[in-house]
C-alpha cells in the first residue's frame, strides 16, 4: 500500500488537532491542549477505489512565539493548511505560512480548511474572499471539527490532489 | 604675642554661647557636610535600599509598577547591546524547554512501543506478565528483572526524506503494528533534537533512551535503522545494525532513492534485518526446583526447534549456493563443508575469468564473509569457458560470428584482417581451442591500417601522396623510378591493397641510373660510349652487330629510356661484311687466250680469295645473312659468241673447283658463263676480258 506524509499547518488554535481528531478518531473535545512539537497518526483512505495510507503530522501551531520547524515538513507528499473562519487574522497568517512553506518544499498540493464551520454567528470571512481565493486555485473548504463537517471532504481533496500530482 | 588685658562682659557671653551650640554647629556641618557629598551618599543609600525595597514590596505592588519601565528599557537596551550576557544566563533555562518539549515526544513513543510489547503472547512473556500481576510490578519490570541482558524488541527501517515506515520487525510476532506512527515519531524526535541542538545535518541522534528501553538509530543515506533495545546491549549490535543498514543500501539503494511510498517492495529486506532482532540472557542460575527444570526443558526443545528451522532454512541456503558455485561455468566444486559454529568452507577450481563467487553467495542470501573460499586457478574447458577466454584475449568484432563446439572455433560472417591475422597466428594457442576454421569469413579491410602497412613497407619519399580507396592504392605526386619499382610489384600483395593507381604520378628517372642500369643489362662494350638525354639513350662508337641486336628492342624496356639515338654507332660486323664484299668483288682472276687455264696475272686474286671470303662469310653470319657468291666468268670478243659463252662457263667452273678445293662448300658459289662483252666496233683480244669477276649476292 502506498503511504504519504500530510502535514496539517495553520496558526495555533485554528483546530488542527480536533480535525485530525475527528478525521481519524471521530472524537472531538472542547477542551484546548496546545500541541508540542508534532503529533503523528494515520489513516487509510480511498482514492479512486485504491487504498493509501495516510500518516498525518500533526504540527505545532506557527505564530510568533513558535516558529515552524520546516525539518518537519521534509518528504511532505500534501498539506492541510488550516485556518479558524472566526478569527480573519488567522486566513491571512496561514496564507503567508503557505508563502513560507512553499519556498521549503516547492509545489506541493494543498487544501486550505476554513475551520470552525457551526460557529456562524462569529464568522469574519466573508464569500467574497473565499471566491477570490478560489480564483487563484485554492481549494477552500469550510469545516467543522466539532461536527464533522467537510473533515472527511477536506482529505479526500488533497488525496486527490496529490494523486493528480504524483 | 598678647598681653594681658581686662576682659570684657559681652566677650564671655558669645564665649558661652559658643560653649554651648559647639556641638549642635559641629553636627549640623557634618549634616551639610553629608549632604552636599554625593559619594557619601550613594554608600548610605546604598546600606538602606535592600531593606527599603523588601519593605516596599510587602506593603505593595506600586514599587514594581514604578520600576518596570525604567527595567524593562535597560533589559532591551542590555539585550541589543551585548546579547551573549543574556544567552548565558538564559541556556539552563532554554535547555530545560527542550528537553521537556523532547520528553513529551518521547513519551508518546514509549507508550507506542510498550504497547506493542504488553500485547506480546509469548509463552515467556505470558510467565513474565503472570509474575508481574503476582508481584505487582510492571511487566517492564519483570522482564529487565529476568535474566535479560538485552533484547531487540523492534526494529523500524525507516525512509529518511518522508520519514515513512519501510519495514518494521518485532521480535515478537504478536506485537502490534503501529510502524507507520512509530516511525514518524522518531523521525520527529531526530529533526527536533537537530534543529534545537543546531547540530549538523549529517549529525542525527544515534542513541536515546525512554524508561527501559534505548533506540538505537543507524543511519543510512535513504533510510536508516532504529532498534527499541531493551537492556543493557552489547557494543557489537552497533556494528551489526550499521552492516544492516549497509547491505539495506547496497540491495536496494535506487529503490530508496526512488521510493514513492509503496513499502510492500522493501519486504525482500526482511531476512538481511532479522539477525538484528536478537538478544542475550544471564546465565540460569541452577536450580534443584522441578518446576524450573522443566522450564528449562521446554526452553531446551523449544531451542532446539527453532534451531533446526534455523538449521534446515540455512541448509537449504548452503546446498543452493554450492549448486549454484558448481553451475557456474569455469567452476568446478571439489568440496563443501557447512559450518555452523565456525566459517563454511568451500574448495573449488576457478577458472580467473569466470563469475566472483563472493557474489553468487550473496545472491543465495549467504554472507560471504561466512565462508572460507579456497580455490585453484585452472582453466575450464568447457565450451562456454573456452569462448569467454578466447574473446577476452581477442576481443570479438562486431559482424563476427563465433561457435565453438568440443574446442572447434568456427568463424563466419565479416572479419577484420588484422583481428584473423591475431587469430590464425595465436588462437590456436588459446587453452581449450583445438581447431580454428574461417573458410566462410569475409576479410574486410580497414584502409587506415591497410595504407599504414604500405607505408611501414615502402616508406614513401616526401613528395609521393598515398591513400586508399575501395581496395585501391592510389599514388599521386612525384616518385622516384627506384622506390615505384618494388613498389609496383609488390605493394598488391599486401594484405587490403588489390591493385596500384599510378594515375596520378608523375616517375622522375635519374639519368645515372638509367644509365648503370642499361649497362647491367646489355653490359656495355669498351668501344661504345653511352649517355642520356631527355629520356634518350645517345649511343656512340662501336659495337658487335649481335649487341646492337639486342641493344634495338631491349633498350626502350629499360625504365627510364624512350628511345636509342645510334646514328653515331658503327656496326662493326656490318662494316666488315661490307669490306669483304667489296674485297671479293673487286678481285679479278685472268685466263690465258681461249684457254680456262688462269693467266699468272690471276694468281694474286686466287691467293687472295680464300681468306676474304672467310671473313665474308663470318660476318654475314654475324648480320644473319646466308650468302652467295657468283663467279661470273667472261671471255675478249675474239671467237664466236657460242665458243665464248662455253668458255666463260669453263673459266668460272674453274675458279669454282680452285676454290671449293680451298675447303669451301660448292653450294656457295653460283658460276656463271656471261660469254664476250658486247662487240666492239673492232673486236680485240682484251685481256681484262679474259677473266672471272665475283659478286656476293643473297643466297636465293
Ligand atoms: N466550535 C468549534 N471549536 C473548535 C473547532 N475546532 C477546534 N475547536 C476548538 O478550538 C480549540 C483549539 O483546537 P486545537 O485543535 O487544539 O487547535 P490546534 O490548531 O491544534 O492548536 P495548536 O496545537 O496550539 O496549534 C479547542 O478548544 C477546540 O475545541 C470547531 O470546528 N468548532
Ligand atoms: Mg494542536
Known amino acids: 500500500m502506498i503511504q504519504n506524509k500530510v502535514c496539517l499547518l495553520g496558526t495555533s488554535g485554528v483546530g488542527k488537532t480536533s480535525l485530525v481528531a475527528q478525521f481519524v478518531h471521530s472524537m472531538f473535545s472542547d477542551k484546548y491542549l496546545t500541541t508540542v512539537g508534532v503529533k503523528i497518526d494515520k489513516k487509510i483512505v480511498q482514492v479512486d477505489g485504491t487504498e493509501v495510507m495516510f500518516v498525518i503530522w500533526d504540527l505545532a501551531g506557527d505564530d510568533d512565539f513558535q516558529r515552524l520547524q520546516t525539518s518537519y515538513l521534509r518528504g511532505t507528499s500534501g498539506y492541510l493548511l488550516v485556518a479558524d473562519g472566526t478569527r480573519r487574522v488567522t486566513l491571512d497568517q496561514a496564507l503567508e505560512l503557505q508563502k513560507r512553506v512553499a519556498e521549503t518544499l516547492g509545489a506541493t498540493p494543498f487544501v486550505l480548511a476554513l475551520n470552525k464551520a457551526d460557529l456562524a454567528p462569529q464568522w469574519e470571512v466573508d464569500e467574497a474572499q473565499i471566491s477570490a481565493l478560489a480564483a487563484q486555485d485554492f481549494t477552500v473548504i469550510k469545516t467543522s471539527a466539532k461536527e464533522g463537517a467537510g473533515v472527511e471532504e477536506a482529505f479526500a481533496h488533497l488525496a486527490r490532489r496529490m494523486t493528480a500530482s504524483a | ?700
Open chain 2, 1 to 700: 604675642m598678647r598681653s594681658a588685658q581686662p576682659r570684657k562682659p559681652v566677650d564671655d557671653l558669645a564665649e558661652l554661647r559658643r560653649l554651648i551650640n559647639q556641638p549642635e554647629r559641629d553636627k549640623l556641618r557634618d549634616l551639610r557636610d553629608r549632604l552636599d557629598d554625593k559619594e557619601q551618599r550613594a554608600h548610605e543609600v546604598a546600606a538602606i535600599l535592600p531593606e527599603a525595597v523588601t519593605l516596599s514590596g510587602d506593603r505593595s505592588e506600586e514599587l514594581t509598577r514604578a520600576l518596570r519601565p525604567a527595567v524593562e528599557g535597560s533589559v532591551r537596551e542590555s539585550i541589543e547591546k551585548r546579547p551573549e550576557v543574556f544567552i548565558d544566563a538564559l541556556h539552563p533555562i532554554i535547555g530545560s524547554v527542550v528537553r521537556r518539549s523532547i520528553a513529551e515526544s518521547l513519551r508518546t513513543l514509549l507508550q507506542s512501543l510498550n504497547q506493542s510489547l504488553e500485547q506480546s503472547f509469548s509463552w515467556q512473556g505470558l510467565k513474565w506478565r503472570f509474575e508481574a500481576l503476582r508481584t505487582g510490578r510492571s511487566f517492564a519490570e519483570v522482564v529487565m528483572l529476568r535474566s535479560l541482558v538485552y533484547r531487540v524488541e523492534q526494529i523500524f527501517l525507516i525512509h529518511r526524506e518522508t520519514s515513512l515506515s519501510l519495514l518494521h520487525l518485532s521480535a515478537d510476532p504478536a506485537a502490534a503494528q503501529d510502524s507507520d506512527m512509530v516511525a514518524g515519531m522518531l523521525s520527529a524526535i531526530q529533526d527536533f533534537s537537530r534543529d534545537s541542538f543546531k547540530t549538523g545535518k549529517d549529525e542525527a541522534l544515534e542513541e536515546f533512551r525512554i524508561g527501559e528501553l534505548q533506540v538505537w538509530i543507524a543511519p543510512g543515506t535513504h533510510a536508516y535503522l532504529a532498534a527499541a533495545i531493551r537492556g543493557n546491549p552489547p557494543r557489537e549490535l552497533r556494528a551489526a545494525l550499521e552492516d544492516a543498514i549497509e547491505r539495506v543500501h547496497v540491495l536496494r539503494g535506487s529503490a530508496l532513492a526512488k521510493f514513492n511510498g509503496d513499502a510492500a517492495q522493501f519486504e525482500s529486506l526482511r531476512p538481511e534485518l532479522e539477525p538484528c532482532l536478537r538478544g542475550q540472557y544471564q546465565a540460569k542460575k541452577t536450580s534443584a526446583g522441578t518446576n524450573r527444570a522443566w522450564l528449562a526443558l521446554a526452553l531446551g526443545a523449544g531451542l532446539v526447534v527453532a534451531a533446526l528451522i534455523v538449521g534446515i532454512q540455512s541448509e537449504m541456503r548452503w546446498q543452493d549456493f554450492v549448486r549454484q558455485l558448481n553451475a557456474a561455468p569455469g567452476i568446478a566444486v571439489t568440496q563443501a563443508e557447512k559450518g555452523w559454529i565456525s566459517k563454511s568452507r568451500v574448495a573449488f577450481l576457478r577458472d580467473p575469468e569466470v563469475a566472483d563467487p563472493a557474489a553468487l553467495a550473496r545472491a543465495a542470501g549467504i554472507n560471504p564473509s561466512r565462508i572460507r573460499f579456497e580455490w585453484k586457478d585452472y582453466l575450464a574447458l568447457d565450451d562456454a569457458s573456452v569462448l569467454r577466454r578466447f574473446e577476452k584475449r581477442f576481443g570479438k568484432p562486431a559482424g563476427t560470428k563465433l561457435d565453438l563446439t568440443n574446442g572447434a572455433l568456427e568463424i563466419r560472417g565479416a572479419v577484420p584482417y588484422e583481428w584473423l591475422a591475431r587469430v590464425q597466428q595465436d588462437g590456436i594457442q588459446s587453452p581449450g581451442i583445438t581447431s580454428i576454421t574461417d573458410k566462410d569469413v569475409k576479410v574486410t579491410y580497414d584502409p587506415d591500417l591497410a595504407l599504414g602497412r604500405f607505408r611501414r613497407a615502402f616508406s614513401p619519399p616526401a613528395g609521393v601522396i598515398a591513400k586508399m580507396e575501395n581496395g585501391t592504392l592510389l599514388v599521386a605526386g612525384t616518385a622516384p623510378y627506384e622506390w615505384l619499382a618494388p613498389v609496383r610489384e609488390n605493394a598488391a600483395k599486401l594484405p587490403g591493397i588489390s591493385r596500384i593507381s599510378e594515375e596520378h604520378l608523375q616517375v622522375a628517372y635519374d639519368p645515372k641510373l638509367v644509365l648503370q642500369r642499361f649497362s647491367d643489362r646489355f653490359s656495355l662494350p669498351d668501344t661504345v660510349n653511352a649517355t642520356m638525354k631527355d629520356g634518350i639513350l645517345v649511343l656512340s662508337g662501336e659495337a658487335a652487330h649481335a649487341w646492337l641486336m639486342r641493344v634495338r628492342p631491349g633498350a626502350p624496356t629499360v625504365p627510364g629510356i624512350k628511345t636509342i639515338d645510334e646514328r653515331n654507332l658503327t656496326d662493326l660486323d656490318l662494316r666488315a661484311f661490307q669490306q669483304s664484299k667489296s674485297v671479293i668483288e673487286s678481285a679479278f682472276v685472268y685466263f690465258l687466250v681461249n684457254k680456262d687455264n688462269f693467266a699468272t696475272e690471276g694468281f694474286a686474286a686466287l691467293s687472295r680469295l680464300p681468306d676474304e671470303i672467310r671473313r665474308c662469310l663470318t660476318a654475314a653470319t654475324r648480320l644473319g645473312l646466308e650468302i652467295q657468291i657468283e663467279v661470273r666468268g667472261s671471255a675478249d670478243a675474239v671467237g664466236s659468241g657460242k665458243r665464248n659463252a662455253e668458255l666463260s662457263q669453263r673459266r668460272a667452273e674453274a675458279v669454282r673447283d680452285f676454290l671449293v678445293n680451298c675447303g669451301f662448300e660448292p653450294s656457295l658459289f653460283k658460276t656463271m658463263g656471261l660469254g664476250a662483252p658486247p662487240a666492239a666496233d673492232q673486236p680485240a683480244p682484251e685481256q681484262a676480258d679474259r677473266r672471272t669477276a665475283f659478286k656476293v649476292v643473297p643466297k636465293s
